[in-house]
Protein backbone atom coordinates (compact mmCIF):
# COMPACT_ATOMS: atom_id res chain seq x y z
CA UNK A 1 0.00 0.00 0.00
CA UNK A 2 2.61 2.26 0.94
CA UNK A 3 4.79 1.48 -2.60
CA UNK A 4 0.72 2.34 -3.99
CA UNK A 5 1.36 6.24 -2.30
CA UNK A 6 5.02 6.34 -3.26
CA UNK A 7 3.48 6.31 -6.79
CA UNK A 8 1.09 8.64 -6.25
CA UNK A 9 2.49 11.36 -5.00
CA UNK A 10 5.54 11.07 -7.33
CA UNK A 11 5.40 14.30 -9.98
CA UNK A 12 4.90 14.02 -13.48
CA UNK A 13 3.29 10.60 -12.96
CA UNK A 14 0.06 11.32 -11.48
CA UNK A 15 -2.62 9.94 -14.17
CA UNK A 16 -4.90 12.73 -14.55
CA UNK A 17 -7.80 9.82 -14.34
CA UNK A 18 -5.93 9.05 -10.99
CA UNK A 19 -7.04 12.76 -9.80
CA UNK A 20 -10.44 12.82 -11.56
CA UNK A 21 -11.70 9.20 -9.97
CA UNK A 22 -10.30 10.07 -6.48
CA UNK A 23 -9.74 13.44 -6.40
CA UNK A 24 -12.27 15.12 -3.22
CA UNK A 25 -14.21 17.56 -4.67
CA UNK A 26 -11.53 20.71 -4.60
CA UNK A 27 -9.25 19.03 -6.58
CA UNK A 28 -12.35 17.73 -9.14
CA UNK A 29 -13.16 21.08 -9.50
CA UNK A 30 -9.69 22.13 -10.70
CA UNK A 31 -10.70 20.90 -13.63
CA UNK A 32 -13.04 23.81 -14.28
CA UNK A 33 -11.37 26.14 -12.50
CA UNK A 34 -7.69 26.22 -12.10
CA UNK A 35 -5.77 26.32 -9.07
CA UNK A 36 -8.90 25.78 -6.72
CA UNK A 37 -7.50 22.53 -5.34
CA UNK A 38 -4.74 24.67 -4.38
CA UNK A 39 -6.60 27.54 -2.73
CA UNK A 40 -8.49 24.88 -0.66
CA UNK A 41 -4.91 23.49 0.78
CA UNK A 42 -3.53 27.12 1.45
CA UNK A 43 -1.38 26.84 -1.42
CA UNK A 44 -2.00 30.22 -2.37
CA UNK A 45 0.38 31.23 -5.23
CA UNK A 46 0.36 28.01 -6.67
CA UNK A 47 -3.79 28.80 -7.31
CA UNK A 48 -3.56 32.44 -7.95
CA UNK A 49 -0.51 30.82 -11.29
CA UNK A 50 -3.12 28.24 -12.82
CA UNK A 51 -5.56 31.18 -11.82
CA UNK A 52 -4.20 33.24 -13.85
CA UNK A 53 -2.95 30.93 -16.81
CA UNK A 54 -6.84 29.75 -17.08
CA UNK A 55 -7.93 33.55 -17.49
CA UNK A 56 -5.48 34.29 -19.75
CA UNK A 57 -6.20 31.73 -22.26
CA UNK A 58 -10.08 32.14 -21.72
CA UNK A 59 -9.23 35.92 -22.69
CA UNK A 60 -6.37 34.59 -25.82
CA UNK A 61 -9.37 32.81 -27.10
CA UNK A 62 -12.37 34.71 -26.43
CA UNK A 63 -10.28 37.97 -28.29
CA UNK A 64 -8.52 36.15 -31.05
CA UNK A 65 -7.61 32.60 -30.59
CA UNK A 66 -11.56 31.28 -31.79
CA UNK A 67 -11.05 34.09 -34.51
CA UNK A 68 -7.91 32.38 -35.66
CA UNK A 69 -9.50 28.92 -35.66
CA UNK A 70 -12.27 29.67 -38.01
CA UNK A 71 -10.03 31.47 -40.17
CA UNK A 72 -7.76 28.64 -40.24
CA UNK A 73 -10.50 26.33 -41.64
CA UNK A 74 -10.89 28.86 -44.91
CA UNK A 75 -7.60 30.61 -45.26
CA UNK A 76 -9.91 33.96 -45.58
CA UNK A 77 -12.54 34.70 -48.17
CA UNK A 78 -12.08 38.42 -48.65
CA UNK A 79 -9.73 38.99 -51.22
CA UNK A 80 -8.06 42.60 -51.90
CA UNK A 81 -10.14 44.76 -53.75
CA UNK A 82 -9.19 48.10 -56.16
CA UNK A 83 -12.19 50.74 -55.53
CA UNK A 84 -12.20 54.81 -56.73
CA UNK A 85 -11.87 57.17 -54.27
CA UNK A 86 -14.30 59.77 -55.40
CA UNK A 87 -12.54 62.11 -52.80
CA UNK A 88 -8.85 62.07 -54.26
CA UNK A 89 -10.44 60.73 -57.97
CA UNK A 90 -7.41 57.71 -57.55
CA UNK A 91 -8.12 54.02 -57.10
CA UNK A 92 -6.67 52.84 -54.23
CA UNK A 93 -6.40 48.88 -52.72
CA UNK A 94 -8.80 47.35 -50.08
CA UNK A 95 -6.80 45.55 -48.25
CA UNK A 96 -8.30 41.46 -47.98
CA UNK A 97 -8.00 38.67 -46.11
CA UNK A 98 -4.17 37.47 -45.73
CA UNK A 99 -3.99 33.81 -45.97
CA UNK A 100 -0.28 33.48 -44.41
CA UNK A 101 -1.23 35.11 -41.79
CA UNK A 102 -4.07 33.61 -41.03
CA UNK A 103 -2.26 29.77 -41.50
CA UNK A 104 0.34 31.26 -39.15
CA UNK A 105 -2.27 32.66 -36.19
CA UNK A 106 -3.90 29.26 -36.84
CA UNK A 107 -1.12 27.04 -36.12
CA UNK A 108 0.03 29.54 -32.99
CA UNK A 109 -3.07 28.81 -31.25
CA UNK A 110 -2.81 25.34 -31.41
CA UNK A 111 0.31 25.62 -29.96
CA UNK A 112 -1.42 27.82 -27.23
CA UNK A 113 -4.00 25.40 -27.02
CA UNK A 114 -1.68 22.31 -26.43
CA UNK A 115 0.49 24.36 -23.77
CA UNK A 116 -2.27 25.52 -21.64
CA UNK A 117 -3.32 21.54 -21.71
CA UNK A 118 -0.15 20.88 -20.41
CA UNK A 119 -0.74 23.61 -17.60
CA UNK A 120 -4.10 22.14 -16.83
CA UNK A 121 -2.35 18.94 -16.47
CA UNK A 122 -0.03 20.12 -13.89
CA UNK A 123 -2.77 22.19 -11.58
CA UNK A 124 -4.62 18.54 -11.36
CA UNK A 125 -1.54 17.09 -10.53
CA UNK A 126 -0.87 19.69 -8.04
CA UNK A 127 -4.20 19.65 -6.48
CA UNK A 128 -4.23 15.40 -6.16
CA UNK A 129 -0.55 16.17 -4.50
CA UNK A 130 -1.99 18.56 -1.93
CA UNK A 131 -4.93 16.77 -1.23
CA UNK A 132 -2.86 13.88 -0.59
CA UNK A 133 -0.22 15.24 1.67
CA UNK A 134 -2.96 16.07 3.73
CA UNK A 135 -4.70 13.05 4.13
CA UNK A 136 -1.19 12.07 5.30
CA UNK A 137 -1.11 14.10 7.78
CA UNK A 138 1.31 16.43 5.99
CA UNK A 139 1.58 20.26 4.88
CA UNK A 140 1.37 20.77 1.47
CA UNK A 141 3.98 22.00 -0.38
CA UNK A 142 4.56 25.43 -0.16
CA UNK A 143 5.57 28.03 -3.33
CA UNK A 144 9.21 28.42 -1.75
CA UNK A 145 9.94 24.23 -1.55
CA UNK A 146 8.27 24.13 -5.20
CA UNK A 147 10.88 27.10 -6.24
CA UNK A 148 13.49 25.27 -4.43
CA UNK A 149 12.95 21.91 -5.94
CA UNK A 150 13.69 23.58 -9.54
CA UNK A 151 17.13 23.79 -7.89
CA UNK A 152 17.50 20.25 -6.42
CA UNK A 153 16.06 17.05 -7.56
CA UNK A 154 13.94 19.32 -10.18
CA UNK A 155 17.35 20.78 -11.63
CA UNK A 156 16.97 19.61 -15.36
CA UNK A 157 13.37 20.80 -15.77
CA UNK A 158 14.07 24.28 -14.68
CA UNK A 159 17.17 24.02 -17.05
CA UNK A 160 15.72 22.80 -19.63
CA UNK A 161 12.65 24.96 -19.88
CA UNK A 162 13.65 27.80 -21.62
CA UNK A 163 15.57 25.69 -24.80
CA UNK A 164 12.77 23.46 -24.99
CA UNK A 165 9.99 26.86 -25.27
CA UNK A 166 12.97 27.68 -27.66
CA UNK A 167 13.12 24.49 -29.95
CA UNK A 168 8.96 25.20 -29.46
CA UNK A 169 8.90 28.58 -30.27
CA UNK A 170 11.64 28.85 -32.82
CA UNK A 171 12.26 25.27 -34.81
CA UNK A 172 8.50 23.46 -34.22
CA UNK A 173 6.00 26.40 -34.84
CA UNK A 174 7.72 27.18 -38.21
CA UNK A 175 8.46 23.76 -39.28
CA UNK A 176 4.33 23.18 -38.71
CA UNK A 177 3.82 26.02 -40.06
CA UNK A 178 5.93 25.46 -43.18
CA UNK A 179 5.09 21.51 -43.35
CA UNK A 180 1.11 22.75 -43.71
CA UNK A 181 2.05 24.66 -46.87
CA UNK A 182 2.53 21.90 -48.41
CA UNK A 183 -1.44 20.74 -48.61
CA UNK A 184 -2.00 24.51 -49.94
CA UNK A 185 -2.01 25.78 -53.26
CA UNK A 186 0.47 28.58 -52.10
CA UNK A 187 2.70 29.87 -55.34
CA UNK A 188 3.54 32.25 -57.80
CA UNK A 189 -0.61 33.00 -58.54
CA UNK A 190 -1.81 33.07 -54.74
CA UNK A 191 0.48 35.47 -53.08
CA UNK A 192 -0.88 37.12 -50.29
CA UNK A 193 -2.05 39.54 -49.43
CA UNK A 194 -3.32 40.58 -53.24
CA UNK A 195 -4.34 37.07 -53.79
CA UNK A 196 -6.17 33.96 -50.95
CA UNK A 197 -4.66 30.45 -50.97
CA UNK A 198 -6.76 27.42 -49.83
CA UNK A 199 -6.79 23.86 -48.89
CA UNK A 200 -6.08 21.62 -51.58
CA UNK A 201 -5.27 18.24 -49.40
CA UNK A 202 -2.86 16.19 -51.00
CA UNK A 203 -3.37 17.15 -54.67
CA UNK A 204 0.62 18.56 -54.63
CA UNK A 205 1.74 15.08 -53.00
CA UNK A 206 0.49 13.95 -56.22
CA UNK A 207 1.41 16.02 -58.66
CA UNK A 208 4.93 15.06 -58.14
CA UNK A 209 4.63 11.55 -57.12
CA UNK A 210 2.37 10.12 -59.69
CA UNK A 211 3.36 9.54 -63.18
CA UNK A 212 0.69 11.65 -65.24
CA UNK A 213 1.34 14.70 -62.60
CA UNK A 214 3.17 17.83 -63.90
CA UNK A 215 6.10 17.76 -61.87
CA UNK A 216 6.73 13.75 -61.70
CA UNK A 217 8.82 14.39 -64.96
CA UNK A 218 11.14 16.44 -62.88
CA UNK A 219 10.81 14.93 -59.82
CA UNK A 220 11.92 11.37 -60.29
CA UNK A 221 14.95 11.74 -62.03
CA UNK A 222 16.49 14.52 -59.99
CA UNK A 223 15.51 12.01 -57.15
CA UNK A 224 17.78 9.44 -59.07
CA UNK A 225 20.54 11.59 -59.79
CA UNK A 226 20.65 12.79 -56.36
CA UNK A 227 20.82 9.25 -54.75
CA UNK A 228 23.89 8.33 -57.28
CA UNK A 229 25.44 11.44 -56.34
CA UNK A 230 25.04 10.99 -52.77
CA UNK A 231 26.48 7.48 -53.13
CA UNK A 232 29.34 8.82 -55.23
CA UNK A 233 30.20 11.35 -52.94
CA UNK A 234 29.79 9.64 -49.83
CA UNK A 235 32.16 6.37 -50.61
CA UNK A 236 34.63 7.67 -53.06
CA UNK A 237 35.61 10.01 -50.55
CA UNK A 238 35.29 7.70 -47.48
CA UNK A 239 37.48 5.11 -49.81
CA UNK A 240 39.88 7.18 -51.27
CA UNK A 241 40.35 8.98 -47.68
CA UNK A 242 40.96 5.75 -46.25
CA UNK A 243 43.57 4.66 -48.45
CA UNK A 244 45.43 7.94 -48.38
CA UNK A 245 45.07 8.13 -44.14
CA UNK A 246 46.66 4.32 -44.47
CA UNK A 247 49.62 5.28 -46.61
CA UNK A 248 50.36 8.12 -44.53
CA UNK A 249 49.80 6.06 -41.56
CA UNK A 250 52.41 3.66 -42.02
CA UNK A 251 55.86 3.01 -40.99
CA UNK A 252 57.89 3.69 -44.12
CA UNK A 253 55.98 6.65 -44.75
CA UNK A 254 58.29 9.91 -44.42
CA UNK A 255 57.17 13.47 -43.33
CA UNK A 256 53.44 12.44 -41.89
CA UNK A 257 52.62 15.62 -40.16
CA UNK A 258 53.66 17.50 -43.25
CA UNK A 259 51.16 15.20 -45.41
CA UNK A 260 48.28 15.63 -42.73
CA UNK A 261 48.99 19.61 -43.09
CA UNK A 262 48.91 19.94 -46.44
CA UNK A 263 45.79 17.73 -46.43
CA UNK A 264 44.58 19.49 -43.55
CA UNK A 265 44.94 23.27 -45.38
CA UNK A 266 42.30 22.66 -47.64
CA UNK A 267 39.89 22.44 -44.52
CA UNK A 268 41.34 25.82 -43.54
CA UNK A 269 40.09 27.75 -46.44
CA UNK A 270 35.96 28.20 -46.72
CA UNK A 271 34.01 25.80 -49.10
CA UNK A 272 32.34 28.06 -50.78
CA UNK A 273 35.18 30.57 -51.38
CA UNK A 274 37.11 27.01 -52.86
CA UNK A 275 33.47 26.10 -54.94
CA UNK A 276 33.82 30.37 -56.52
CA UNK A 277 36.93 30.38 -57.62
CA UNK A 278 36.39 26.32 -59.21
CA UNK A 279 33.39 27.72 -60.58
CA UNK A 280 35.28 30.53 -62.39
CA UNK A 281 38.00 28.10 -63.26
CA UNK A 282 35.70 25.36 -65.35
CA UNK A 283 33.45 27.89 -67.46
CA UNK A 284 34.34 28.12 -71.35
CA UNK A 285 37.22 30.93 -71.13
CA UNK A 286 38.18 30.06 -67.56
CA UNK A 287 41.81 28.75 -66.63
CA UNK A 288 40.97 24.99 -67.34
CA UNK A 289 39.99 25.51 -70.91
CA UNK A 290 42.80 28.54 -71.18
CA UNK A 291 45.48 25.50 -70.31
CA UNK A 292 43.74 22.84 -72.58
CA UNK A 293 43.88 25.28 -75.63
CA UNK A 294 47.71 26.53 -75.15
CA UNK A 295 49.15 23.02 -74.31
CA UNK A 296 47.09 20.52 -76.77
CA UNK A 297 45.23 23.01 -78.97
CA UNK A 298 41.96 21.33 -77.63
CA UNK A 299 38.96 22.87 -77.45
CA UNK A 300 36.70 23.83 -74.65
CA UNK A 301 35.68 21.12 -72.47
CA UNK A 302 32.07 21.58 -71.68
CA UNK A 303 31.99 21.40 -68.12
CA UNK A 304 28.65 23.65 -67.27
CA UNK A 305 27.31 22.28 -70.95
CA UNK A 306 27.46 18.66 -71.03
CA UNK A 307 25.57 16.02 -68.87
CA UNK A 308 27.63 13.53 -67.88
CA UNK A 309 30.90 15.73 -67.99
CA UNK A 310 29.06 18.29 -65.50
CA UNK A 311 28.20 15.29 -63.11
CA UNK A 312 31.73 13.79 -63.34
CA UNK A 313 32.67 17.61 -62.19
CA UNK A 314 31.00 17.88 -59.36
CA UNK A 315 32.20 14.16 -57.88
CA UNK A 316 35.54 14.87 -58.86
CA UNK A 317 35.68 18.25 -56.86
CA UNK A 318 33.63 16.81 -53.97
CA UNK A 319 36.50 14.30 -53.30
CA UNK A 320 38.91 17.44 -53.03
CA UNK A 321 36.82 19.15 -50.74
CA UNK A 322 35.83 15.93 -48.71
CA UNK A 323 38.74 13.61 -48.60
CA UNK A 324 40.35 15.73 -46.07
CA UNK A 325 37.85 15.52 -43.29
CA UNK A 326 38.28 11.38 -43.70
CA UNK A 327 41.62 11.43 -43.33
CA UNK A 328 41.77 13.44 -40.18
CA UNK A 329 39.12 10.88 -38.68
CA UNK A 330 40.39 7.82 -40.03
CA UNK A 331 44.16 8.82 -38.95
CA UNK A 332 42.47 9.27 -35.53
CA UNK A 333 40.95 5.51 -35.41
CA UNK A 334 44.02 4.18 -37.00
CA UNK A 335 45.52 5.57 -33.79
CA UNK A 336 43.46 4.12 -31.39
CA UNK A 337 43.40 0.50 -32.96
CA UNK A 338 45.02 -1.52 -29.72
CA UNK A 339 48.64 -2.64 -30.78
CA UNK A 340 47.76 -6.07 -29.45
CA UNK A 341 45.42 -7.27 -32.32
CA UNK A 342 48.71 -6.38 -34.83
CA UNK A 343 51.14 -8.11 -32.46
CA UNK A 344 49.08 -11.00 -31.87
CA UNK A 345 48.08 -11.45 -35.91
CA UNK A 346 52.44 -11.33 -36.29
CA UNK A 347 52.40 -14.09 -34.25
CA UNK A 348 50.06 -16.13 -35.82
CA UNK A 349 51.67 -15.11 -39.27
CA UNK A 350 48.77 -13.45 -41.06
CA UNK A 351 50.21 -11.03 -43.47
CA UNK A 352 49.42 -7.55 -44.10
CA UNK A 353 46.44 -8.53 -46.43
CA UNK A 354 44.82 -10.89 -43.66
CA UNK A 355 45.78 -8.31 -40.86
CA UNK A 356 44.13 -5.28 -43.13
CA UNK A 357 40.89 -7.42 -43.81
CA UNK A 358 40.81 -8.95 -40.25
CA UNK A 359 41.80 -6.34 -38.07
CA UNK A 360 41.91 -2.80 -40.33
CA UNK A 361 39.18 -2.90 -42.09
CA UNK A 362 36.33 -4.38 -39.40
CA UNK A 363 37.57 -1.79 -36.85
CA UNK A 364 36.96 0.92 -38.98
CA UNK A 365 34.06 0.27 -40.30
CA UNK A 366 32.20 -0.78 -36.83
CA UNK A 367 33.93 2.67 -35.65
CA UNK A 368 32.81 4.52 -38.71
CA UNK A 369 29.37 3.44 -39.89
CA UNK A 370 27.18 6.00 -37.89
CA UNK A 371 29.64 8.29 -39.83
CA UNK A 372 29.02 6.89 -43.04
CA UNK A 373 25.26 7.18 -43.02
CA UNK A 374 25.45 10.82 -41.63
CA UNK A 375 27.75 11.34 -44.51
CA UNK A 376 25.28 10.08 -46.60
CA UNK A 377 22.29 11.79 -45.66
CA UNK A 378 24.42 15.19 -45.58
CA UNK A 379 25.35 14.61 -49.31
CA UNK A 380 21.71 14.32 -50.32
CA UNK A 381 21.21 18.00 -48.75
CA UNK A 382 24.70 18.98 -50.25
CA UNK A 383 23.50 22.60 -50.91
CA UNK A 384 26.68 24.36 -51.31
CA UNK A 385 28.69 21.99 -53.63
CA UNK A 386 26.06 21.90 -56.72
CA UNK A 387 24.44 25.49 -56.07
CA UNK A 388 28.24 27.15 -55.85
CA UNK A 389 29.80 24.93 -58.63
CA UNK A 390 27.56 24.28 -61.33
CA UNK A 391 24.38 26.30 -59.96
CA UNK A 392 22.32 23.31 -61.23
CA UNK A 393 23.46 23.53 -65.19
CA UNK A 394 23.53 22.66 -67.57
CA UNK A 395 19.81 23.61 -67.99
CA UNK A 396 16.58 21.06 -68.83
CA UNK A 397 14.34 22.92 -70.83
CA UNK A 398 12.09 19.13 -69.93
CA UNK A 399 11.51 20.03 -66.56
CA UNK A 400 9.15 21.33 -64.67
CA UNK A 401 9.15 25.51 -65.66
CA UNK A 402 12.60 25.19 -66.67
CA UNK A 403 13.24 25.59 -62.65
CA UNK A 404 15.80 22.73 -62.89
CA UNK A 405 19.30 21.49 -63.86
CA UNK A 406 20.98 18.57 -64.89
CA UNK A 407 22.95 18.25 -61.69
CA UNK A 408 20.60 19.98 -59.68
CA UNK A 409 19.29 17.99 -56.72
CA UNK A 410 16.37 18.02 -54.59
CA UNK A 411 17.42 20.63 -52.07
CA UNK A 412 19.05 23.19 -54.87
CA UNK A 413 15.63 22.62 -56.98
CA UNK A 414 13.46 22.86 -53.58
CA UNK A 415 15.78 26.48 -53.03
CA UNK A 416 15.02 27.56 -57.14
CA UNK A 417 11.07 26.49 -56.65
CA UNK A 418 10.44 28.80 -53.69
CA UNK A 419 13.06 31.77 -54.01
CA UNK A 420 13.09 32.12 -57.53
CA UNK A 421 9.45 30.89 -58.52
CA UNK A 422 7.36 31.30 -55.71
CA UNK A 423 6.38 27.77 -55.63
CA UNK A 424 6.09 27.80 -52.03
CA UNK A 425 3.98 24.63 -51.73
CA UNK A 426 6.01 22.26 -54.16
CA UNK A 427 9.06 23.33 -51.77
CA UNK A 428 7.34 22.12 -49.05
CA UNK A 429 6.21 19.14 -50.51
CA UNK A 430 10.09 18.09 -51.38
CA UNK A 431 10.73 19.50 -48.21
CA UNK A 432 8.74 16.41 -46.72
CA UNK A 433 9.66 14.13 -48.84
CA UNK A 434 13.03 14.76 -48.35
CA UNK A 435 12.98 14.51 -44.71
CA UNK A 436 10.67 11.06 -45.00
CA UNK A 437 13.76 9.62 -47.69
CA UNK A 438 16.37 10.69 -44.98
CA UNK A 439 14.83 9.47 -41.99
CA UNK A 440 13.87 5.86 -43.16
CA UNK A 441 17.01 5.68 -44.77
CA UNK A 442 19.10 6.33 -41.94
CA UNK A 443 17.11 4.96 -39.28
CA UNK A 444 16.87 1.56 -41.26
CA UNK A 445 20.80 1.28 -42.36
CA UNK A 446 21.31 2.17 -38.58
CA UNK A 447 19.64 -0.64 -36.47
CA UNK A 448 21.18 -3.11 -39.30
CA UNK A 449 25.06 -1.91 -38.29
CA UNK A 450 27.11 -3.47 -36.18
CA UNK A 451 27.44 -0.35 -34.05
CA UNK A 452 23.82 -0.86 -32.64
CA UNK A 453 23.27 -4.31 -32.32
CA UNK A 454 26.64 -4.58 -30.70
CA UNK A 455 27.71 -0.96 -29.56
CA UNK A 456 29.64 -2.25 -26.63
CA UNK A 457 31.37 -4.83 -28.42
CA UNK A 458 33.89 -5.12 -31.46
CA UNK A 459 34.09 -7.81 -34.30
Known amino acids: MQGKKDYKLTWGVVPIRLALTEGDIFTKLTALIMGLGNFARKQWLQGLLFLAAEIAFIGYMATFGVQSLVNFTTLGTQTQT ?9 FEYQAGDNSLLFLLYGVATFFVIAGFVIVWKAALRSAYMGQERVQDGKQPAAFEATVRGLFDQNLHKGLLFF ?44 RILNAGGDLASTFWPILGW ?43 IPQFVSLLVVNTMIQEHGVFNLMLRELFGAGPVPFLTNVTIARITV ?5 WVGIPFT ?7 LQNIPAELYEAAKIDGAGPAVTFFQITLPYMLFVTTPYLIQTFIGNINNFNVIFLLTGGLPAAATYYKGTAGKTDLLITWLYKLTIDNKDYNIGSVIGILVFIIMASTSLLAYRSTGSYKNEEEFL
Open 327 to 333: IIQITGI
Open 163 to 206: PIMGIVVFMLLPLVFMILMAFTNYDRDHLPPGNLFTWVGFVNFG
Open 82 to 90: KVFNEATQL
Open 315 to 319: IVINL
Open 226 to 268: TVVWAVFATFLNYLLGMMLALIINRKGTKLKKMWRFIFALTIA
